[in-house]
Nanobody, 126 residues
Framework: QVQLVESGGGLVQAGGSLRLSCTASGRTFSWYYLGWFRQAPGKEREFVAAITRSGGRTTYADSVKGRFTISRDNGKNTVYLQMNSLQREDTAVYYC???????????????????WGQGTQVTVSS
């Protein structure tokens, strides 16, 4: 089992940047593929970005492609989400997620992740 703790959220003006971090404790961090999801008020939780165990492959939601970058540092047990050119529509609670299943997954589905952090609020003002 792995425990995930997000940090780095806050209030930012439109066009600004934030970097979210998610630090894991528990089992070997490199066993897990990792994802970021978000949930805005009144909406369902949605996929944002994900990264494979080695960091060799990433995937993004179309709404954030070119603006957000996911990365990981296996030595620090941490995954990051660099968010640039933030828009009001990016306002949400952002969640880090992890899983270690061995069969091929898309990395984009909520049901592909067993472990979740508590979330961190990102608010983008105009």
């Amino acid at each position: 089992q792995v425990q995930l703790v997000e940090s780095g959220g806050g209030l930012v003006q439109a066009g600004g940047s934030l970097r979210l971090s998610c630090t894991a404790s528990g089992r070997t961090f490199s066993w897990y593929y990792l994802g970021w999801f978000r949930q805005a008020p009144g909406k369902e939780r949605e996929f944002v970005a994900a990264i494979t165990r080695s960091g060799g492959r990433t995937t993004y939601a179309d709404s954030v492609k070119g603006r957000f970058t996911i990365s990981r540092d296996n030595g620090k047990n941490t995954v990051y989400l660099q968010m640039n050119s933030l828009q009001r529509e990016d306002t949400a609670v952002y969640y880090c997620a992890a899983d270690s299943r061995s069969y091929i997954v898309s990395l984009r589905g909520l049901n592909e992740y067993a472990y979740w952090g508590q979330g961190t609020q990102v608010t983008v003002s105009s």
